[in-house]
């Protein structure tokens, strides 16, 4: 028997300037019957201390210790394994929760039996707003293929049975694994439903400060080790978003990429990446966004200069346009509601 009815899993890792924020989101929730599982990575700032404090006025409020920095997949395979509500909630210490969020997500689970739900993410760019166009209840990845483009866990209330009863745990490597767990969590899921209600209050820019090349090179692997899970078991509608999406992710990684490698290891980069997108149908290379699709076609010749040169052209005009004019929809933004907006039909 469950003791409460969600816990709320929170990773926190020198994260002073904003923990303070997302524990009293966490405490201010309408739901009430919640615990907080704070898992502190081997903080070395104010984090431990600002934790111990909302613990001594919170009885709900759990504190896990890690004695080394073990990452944050490991922090919140902790938590999840010391939670006892119904369903698990992730949310990352830098962020925070409208108080209904729980709520919200709780009576849609209920009412639905639902594996996963989540709702809209209020960001400063673009996240999970790209393909909810409506509410929906009880679809899959298979019947949702547009799901690919979500790759975040924060904001997703998940059924604890469910969780446990697959084993899903978040696995190695240990920085951007976000998108292996997504992908296997969603390939798994009978039921998941989606509130067009924002959920979630992302705080954006922390990978950029925190990107190194490790995180770098582990997302490349995250990433494309989710395209191997999903052409192994799916369908061909779903392999074929999977693989729009990676191969614009190859485009979109030399951003954060070029701020903490030398030319030389981006080049080694873009040869791994040449590896994966050589394998891709040319349908799927020339159906992605044009400046995406020129991109990955240089990489896949091997003209790894020309390729960065290319994308640093392209950086250099979208700084441009923002500094003369408010940012638009990112061409992201745009196929995804595209192909959300054809599956609906």
Excluded at 68 to 73: S, T, V
């Amino acid at each position: 028997m469950t003791e409460y009815n969600v816990s709320i899993v929170i990773p926190a890792y020198n994260c002073s300037k904003h923990i303070k924020e997302c524990i009293q989101s966490a405490t201010n929730q309408t739901l009430r019957e919640i615990e907080i599982i704070i898992v502190n990575d081997a903080s070395t700032d104010d984090t431990g201390s600002i934790i111990e404090d909302f613990s001594k006025r919170n009885a709900n409020i759990i504190i896990i210790n890690h004695a080394i920095n073990r990452g944050q997949g490991a922090a919140r395979n902790n938590g999840i394994a010391r939670a006892r509500g119904k369903y698990i909630f992730l949310l990352d210490a830098d962020d925070s929760i409208p108080p209904k969020s729980l709520d919200t997500l709780y009576r849609i689970a209920e009412e639905y039996s639902s594996d996963i739900v989540f709702g809209k993410t209020n960001s400063e760019v673009s996240q999970d707003g790209n393909y909810i166009l409506s509410e929906m209840r009880n679809v899959s990845l298979e019947t949702y293929p547009a799901l690919v483009y979500n790759h975040s866990v924060w904001n997703k209330l998940y059924l604890r049975e469910f969780l446990l009863g697959n084993r899903l745990r978040f696995e190695p490597p240990r920085c951007a694994e976000d998108v292996s767990f997504s992908i296997r969590t969603n390939l798994v899921a009978k039921s998941i439903s989606i509130t067009t209600r924002e959920t979630y209050n992302y705080r954006f820019g922390r990978q950029i400060d925190y990107t190194t090349k490790q995180k770098i090179v582990d997302a490349f692997h995250n990433v494309t080790n989710a395209l191997t899970l999903v052409e192994k078991s799916s369908s061909p509608l779903l392999i074929r978003e999977m693989r729009r999406k990676t191969a614009r992710n190859a485009y979109a990684s030399m951003i954060r990429a070029e701020r903490v490698m030398s030319r030389d290891e981006l080049k080694k980069l873009l040869a791994e990446w040449q590896t994966v997108l050589q394998k891709m149908p040319d349908a799927i290379i020339n159906s992605i966004p044009p400046r995406h699709s020129e991109f990955c076609k240089l990489v896949i010749d091997g003209d790894f200069e020309a390729a960065l040169l290319f994308r640093e052209r392209q950086i250099r005009s979208v700084s441009a346009r923002k500094s003369s004019s408010s940012a638009k929809s990112s061409p992201l933004r745009w196929v995804c509601r595209k192909l959300c907006s054809q599956i609906l039909k």
